[in-house]
């Protein structure tokens, strides 16, 4: 009998700790300001007046797929490299030409176009880990180039969606007054206000709509994904990638997404791209309707014309199973093989258009 109770009261106190600890979880999800508040129940319903992508509350992709596939994972072998990749010192200008265009990777799919006199920052992660909290999650195996404070100005901030590899809430903070105006996709406003951003500077799109910012066209492209910072409220916000135009220069970013027919109708619509920045990295075929693998990184490329394409999505976070160096070494392969010029600049590294055609370094090739 007295080995009963003290069972029972085991059980108890295990319950009670189950039960606490789930309460805690669910008081994080739904309070915590690093994950963010979803639209209303009265946004909602002006979401979903505004966009045929949105019923009822949520956002769903113009065909329907599986965000799982059911297929086996990969094995997670190498995902992160021995040694921290290094990052070089942007050179941004101060004096760039109307006509003139420069990238500068920030790793991941974090980077800033100066196109012309308009400086555009682009999902922005500068911070140690992609996730709600410091102390764990996905760390960055790649150096920071540099801080949130060395970022130049700051005309127009886009984010293609709400996940933590490319919405941070310590960068938005960090940075938020030295933006000039924050382009996202229909619902992230009410993230960005709930962080204390100004809602006057804050513009949303629906799939292929645009707005016009210092002389620079932003269209947002659709692509084929998901979102939710909560697991309990997916689709809540809208997402895609963004098509930039400014007479001069045009550049697509095509934000996450799996492959499909939208590449070959963002040419058809807005044109082919002179730089195409494309997702490259973090797929599985557990999830392969989601994220695009290398060979279609490449395929999309040539769907929409691109003149030369950067890979991106990859090379410093690890939230996938494939190994680290996998999206590289297999997209310059494909490209090679298609025949389509690929940029392969370090992190860090600021190149204009003309730079481009030379920055091929297999540079990755050292930290095997």
Same mark, same amino acid.
């Given at each position: 009998?007295?080995?009963? =109770?003290?069972?029972? !009261? ?24 690093? *994950? ?83 400086? *555009? ?62 382009? *996202? ?13 100004? =809602? ?88 392969? =309707?989601?994220?695009?693998? %290398? ?31 996998? %999206? ?16 392969? %600049? !370090?992190?860090?590294?600021? *190149? ?17």
């Amino acid at each position: 009998m007295r080995v009963l =109770k003290i069972a029972g !009261r085991i059980l108890l106190a295990a319950l009670l700790f189950a039960v606490t600890a789930a309460a805690a979880v669910l008081m994080f999800l739904f309070f915590s300001p690093t *994950v963010g508040r979803v639209p209303d129940k009265n946004e909602r319903d002006i979401l979903s007046g505004r966009s045929e992508r949105c019923s009822g509350g949520e956002f769903r992709n113009e065909s329907t797929v599986p965000a799982l596939t059911g297929e086996a994972p990969y094995s997670g072998e190498r995902k992160v490299p021995e040694t921290k990749l290094p990052a070089l010192s942007p050179t941004f200008s101060e004096d760039m030409p109307e006509d003139g265009l420069s990238f500068t990777w920030l790793g991941h799919s974090s980077f800033l176009l100066q196109m012309g006199k308009v400086n *555009v920052l682009v999902d922005p992660v500068l911070s140690e880990r992609c996730s709600p909290v410091s102390f764990v999650g996905p760390s960055r195996f790649s150096e920071l180039p540099l801080t949130a404070e060395e970022l130049p100005r700051i005309d127009v901030l886009f984010l293609s969606h709400d996940h933590y590899d490319h919405l941070d809430y310590r960068t938005v903070r960090a940075i938020g007054e030295r933006v000039g105006t924050f382009v *996202v996709p229909l619902g992230m406003d009410s993230i960005l206000t709930g962080w204390g951003i100004d =809602k006057e500077k804050i513009r949303t799109l629906d799939h292929w709509e645009s707005t016009e910012i210092a002389g620079v066209t932003f269209t947002l492209t659709p692509s084929q994904h998901f979102s939710g910072r909560n697991p309990l409220r997916r689709n809540r916000t809208l997402w895609g990638g963004v098509y930039l135009d400014n007479g001069s220069s045009s550049v697509y970013y095509t934000g996450d997404g799996g492959y499909s027919g939208v590449f070959s109708e963002v040419r058809e619509r807005l044109g082919a791209p002179m730089l195409m920045i494309s997702e490259c990295g973090q797929y599985d075929p557990a999830w392969a =309707k989601m994220h695009m693998f %290398p060979e279609e990184t490449v395929k999309a490329g040539a769907d929409a014309g691109a003149e030369r394409l950067i890979p991106v999505h990859w090379g410093a976070f690890c939230i996938c199973n494939h190994a680290w160096d996998d %999206p590289i070494r297999r997209v310059t392969a494909a490209a090679e093989a298609a025949g389509l010029p690929l940029s392969t %600049p !370090r992190i860090g590294q600021t *190149v204009t258009l003309s730079e481009l055609d030379s920055c091929t370094e297999h540079w990755w090739e050292d930290y095997n």
